[in-house]
């Protein structure tokens, strides 16, 4: 895959916005580490690290994830600020996307638009998706990118101290 640097223009209340996608540098670590540890994100996601605060542990995943060639991560840009990142890994011979947005730029556009963008470069298919079932946001970004809903799983969830059922999408 080539590397993203591509832009799309999203007219939403706030008026018309650029999201851009680009590789993650390491001047990101500290914007992805607020957004990944905020508590609300954090319940929300559900799936996260035990402890999503402990900075060393975050550091030492980035580090494992931006090494591999299996997968891909890119910083997610609104306006040039790093609002969130988006990427994509092979798991099992299945490919799967991910995402994290600022919780301060949910319900905007974004995920949904820098989800569009990963998967016009993911030149495989199927892709699938996963989310808590109770995120309905999340679950609308991957609809609206054309995911359909194949199933669910009970799996336990660090951040809410539990099992809870995770919703299974796949774009074919």
Not at 32 to 47: G, N, Y
Not at 83 to 96: D, W
Not at 142 to 158: D, P, W
């Amino acid at each position: 895959m080539s590397v993203l640097l591509r832009r799309v223009r999203v007219v939403n209340e706030t008026g018309e916005k650029t999201v851009a996608l680009r590789p993650v540098h390491e001047a990101d670590m500290d914007a992805l580490f607020r957004q990944m540890s905020d508590p609300e994100s954090v319940r929300m996601a559900a799936f996260t690290p035990e402890d999503p605060a402990d900075r060393q542990r975050f550091d030492a995943h980035m580090a494992r994830v931006m090494g591999s060639p299996d997968n891909t991560l890119l910083a997610i840009t609104w306006e040039s600020e790093v609002v969130g990142s988006i990427g994509y890994f092979v798991l099992e011979g299945r490919t799967e996307v991910t995402y994290w947005i600022d919780r301060a730029f949910w319900g905007l556009g974004i995920a949904s638009q820098a989800l569009a963008l990963v998967l016009a470069e993911i030149g495989t298919r199927p892709v699938h998706g996963r989310a808590a079932s109770d995120n309905a946001g999340s679950l609308r970004v991957l609809e609206k990118n054309g995911f359909r809903v194949v199933g669910t799983e009970v799996a336990f969830a660090s951040a809410r101290r539990g099992e809870i059922e995770e919703t299974i999408l796949r774009l074919d």
